[in-house]
């Protein structure tokens, strides 16, 4: 039985989505926390690509430092969501709560297909078979 199986490209855009989903309190509640997701996460996912896609990293290495960087994601959403998750009042912020287990489902769901990926349909540029 054949098996469907979400192309790279795919993946690349879920993990993205799974960086940046947060909800508005989230970053209301503390102005610096643009910080995470961007500077700890998004970098790191870019200069990865990019050293995959320029043979600064094989893509066996480049897999696992996407899957590292959801890794990433995963615990920092489980320590900042206990702590962000009542507002001054007492209130539950269910949008961060839901922003926060999609953001750590997506996280999950690309860990697991990656590594099922074979390693040359890891890297977006095609060969130049120019020679």
């Known amino acids: 039985m054949s098996e469907k199986r979400p192309s790279f490209v795919t993946l690349l855009i879920i993990q993205l989505v799974a960086i940046f989903i947060y909800s508005p309190?989230?970053?209301q509640s503390a102005p610096q926390a643009w910080v995470l997701p961007v500077l700890v996460?998004?970098?790191p996912f870019a200069l990865a690509l990019l050293a995959m896609n320029t043979g600064v990293l094989t893509?066996?290495?480049g897999r696992t430092s996407?899957?590292?960087i959801q890794g990433v994601n995963i615990v920092a959403r489980l320590m900042t969501t206990m702590p962000n998750l009542q507002d001054a009042a007492g209130n539950w912020?269910?949008?961060l709560l839901l922003a926060q287990l999609i953001g750590m489902g997506l996280s999950w769901y690309a860990i697991t297909q990656i590594e099922k990926i074979p390693l040359p349909e890891l890297v977006l540029r095609r060969p130049n078979n120019s020679a």
């Open 25 to 27: 309190s989230f970053f």
């Open 41 to 43: 996460l998004f970098v």
């Open 59 to 61: 893509p066996g290495s």
């Open 66 to 68: 996407l899957i590292f």
């Open 93 to 95: 912020d269910i949008a």
